[in-house]
């Protein structure tokens, strides 16, 4: 069984924002065990990445989650961007995503859609991590 995760980095996402992408830049990955080896290593050649959010035991492949994300998130092509030449789940967040799938599922749930939403990093990734198992 493999393990999802959702990291982000801080000098990416403000390097992000320097070229236009947004801060909101996170990478989904899947891996064998727990994770913190490969964010040590890091990714997109960058060193302090930080573990936002994990899901253990689950059973997809990285071509699943790819497939599954790409149809609701846009994915930072590396081909563009030379700084993250090869990284392949690198992915752009918006906000208003974020914001409606809370609100759905606060009404599937049955809780006040109209409560005020203060999105946190955690909210982000849970719904990364909701998509890419759909």
């Not at 790409?70 to 590396?78: I, Y």
Request: charge should be neutral.
């Amino acid at each position: 069984m493999a393990t999802i995760f959702v990291a982000r980095s801080a000098n990416l996402c403000q390097w992000g924002s320097d070229v236009g992408l947004g801060k909101n830049l996170f990478k989904v990955g899947l891996c064998d065990g727990d994770p913190a080896p490969l964010l040590a290593e890091g990714f997109a050649g960058e060193k302090d990445w930080t573990l936002v959010k994990k899901q253990a035991d689950v059973e997809v492949t990285e071509e699943q989650v790819l497939e599954r994300l790409s149809k609701r998130q846009k994915r930072v092509d590396p081909t563009y961007y030379p700084r993250i030449k090869g990284e392949t789940m690198l992915y752009k967040v918006v906000d208003t995503d974020v914001q409606r799938h809370i609100v759905l599922a606060r009404a599937m749930e049955g809780e006040s859609e109209r409560a005020a939403i203060k999105l946190k990093v955690a909210d982000y990734a849970t719904y990364l991590i909701s998509n890419a198992l759909r």
